[in-house]
């Protein structure tokens, strides 16, 4: 019994220790698949949201296989200066070395990304520079010049040549005089010893650099990347706002739910959508803009004429949408351009609906001829009937009474369409109706 005993454990011990081999090896695999290897990462075209949260993937992912060195081919004008300096602070936190290729160009917001590389380098004839924000404004380009400077100090780089990269009243002679905006040829800048080397390919800097026998894992932003970063760029982001704001308008002005009200909505989705992905707006903003399209809500049918619920509700959706930008000027900005485009597109707009026939048909097309007018003895007989609501009343509208069209305007709530109502009283030409339950009708 004691030699069965002393078996079982033996074999025990042998199953566990296949075990742990087995998932040592799964784990290894998984770990050696990029572990050790080149991460490369393009940054093309505009500088936006999209492509911040892309670099910001792909250092997170190159942390975890445990790469050797992220290297990014830039080669872009620019774009956002709050997305470059959010890549800005992703590179300088990572914990994998950082180096940059300069392909082409890497000018305004693109400088800064290149200057957060530990390892800098360019092809001959590419170009970095040019960095003046827009508008030039001292207080934008104080800062804009301060995050230039404490990058390139970060790595050792001269701090006045990144300085004259951003402001113009930086005077560096025989570099870059006083009054203008510096950019610097490759040729320029390895001369100068503001990068490292001059190099005709990815592969040349790799070598240069030591990591010529790495593995290279070529790194592309997803779909989603893609389209968050069309969606937040700042053209696309205040048409969005236009076609939200213009939607809700005429949705408003027009009977029944149609195109308008689904492409106002459509259109607020992405803007929000793409807002919430990239992390520009939290759920507390969604739920903010929410709040004040309920409110509208309650103020147009259940609260007659418009007072704190209908002011609060547009507080609560203009503060969601200034609270979705990276600054409270730019969204206030934004907002001020929407606001103004979607009035003119609304009055517009506006117009040419009346001209439809299927406005006409809502409204009445008769005239009031003035002895009518003096003399509403003819309408005081329509005190006591009662109507079918033709239209909704907000709080006018069209009901028909004894097979006739008539406009009316209720006490001032809302009156839904096929409603049965009765005319209480008749004031000139204003016919006043209320909603009767049918059995009231019926007696």
């Known amino acids: 019994m004691p030699a069965l005993f002393s078996w079982i454990k033996v074999k ?19 770990l050696s698949q990029g572990a ?20 910001r993937r792909a250092v997170r992912d190159a942390e975890a296989q445990r790469a050797a060195v992220i290297l990014l081919e830039i080669n872009t004008f620019g774009g956002r200066l709050d997305a470059a300096t959010e890549i800005r602070d992703t590179l300088l936190s990572s914990r994998v070395p950082v180096a940059a290729m300069v392909t082409e160009r890497a000018w305004s917001a693109g400088a800064l990304i290149a200057l957060a590389a530990q390892h800098l380098a360019m092809a001959p004839g590419a170009s970095i520079g040019a960095a003046e924000p827009q508008p030039a404004e001292e207080k934008i380009i104080s800062a804009v010049r301060g995050e230039f400077e404490a990058t390139a100090q ?16 930086v005077d560096i002679p025989g ?22 080397l001059v190099a005709s390919s990815s592969e040349e800097v790799l070598q240069q650099l030591g990591y010529s026998s790495r593995e290279m894992v070529r790194l592309t932003p997803t779909a989603a990347e893609m389209a968050v970063g069309f969606l937040t760029q700042p053209l696309v982001s205040s048409l969005l706002l236009v076609l939200g704001f213009t939607g809700l308008v005429l949705e408003v002005l027009t009977p029944g739910f149609g195109i308008p009200g689904i492409v106002g909505g459509l259109s607020l989705l992405l803007f929000f959508g793409g807002r919430l992905l990239t992390g520009l707006a939290g759920w507390e903003v969604i739920i903010l803009f929410a709040a004040g399209l309920i409110l509208l809500a309650v103020e147009a049918f259940l609260i007659p004429g418009f007072g704190i619920a209908g002011l609060a509700g547009l507080a609560a959706i203009f503060a969601s949408i200034v ?9 206030l900005i934004s ?5 103004g485009v979607t009035i003119l597109v609304a009055a517009l707009a506006w117009r040419y609906i009346r001209k439809t026939s299927t406005w006409r048909r809502l409204i009445l097309s008769t005239s009031l001829r003035r002895e009518d007018a003096d003399d509403d003895s003819g309408r005081q007989g329509l005190v006591g009937k009662a109507g079918r609501a033709l239209t909704p009343l907000r709080p006018a509208g069209i009901v028909e009474i004894d097979g006739k069209r008539v406009d009316v305007v209720t ?33």
């Open 323 to 331: 609270l979705s930008y990276s600054s409270s000027t730019a969204g």
């Open 411 to 443: 006490e001032g709530g809302f009156v839904a369409r096929g409603t049965t109502v009765e005319v209480i009283s008749v004031q000139g030409n204003r016919v006043v109706v209320r909603p009767i339950r049918i059995d009231e009708n019926t007696d």
């Open 36 to 55: 050790g290897a080149v991460w490369v990462v393009p940054i093309h075209g505009t500088v936006e949201w999209g492509m911040s949260g892309f670099v």
């Open 175 to 196: 570099i870059s005089p006083a009054g203008k905006i510096l950019t610097l040829t490759a040729e320029r800048a390895k001369e100068l010893g503001f990068i490292d």
């Open 12 to 30: 025990r011990e042998l199953v566990t220790a296949v075990i742990v081999c087995l998932f040592i090896g799964w784990l290894g695999s998984g």
């Open 154 to 169: 970060r790595w050792g780089r001269d701090v006045e040549i990144a300085a004259a990269m951003v402001d113009r009243d």
């Open 335 to 339: 907002l001020n351009a929407a606001l």
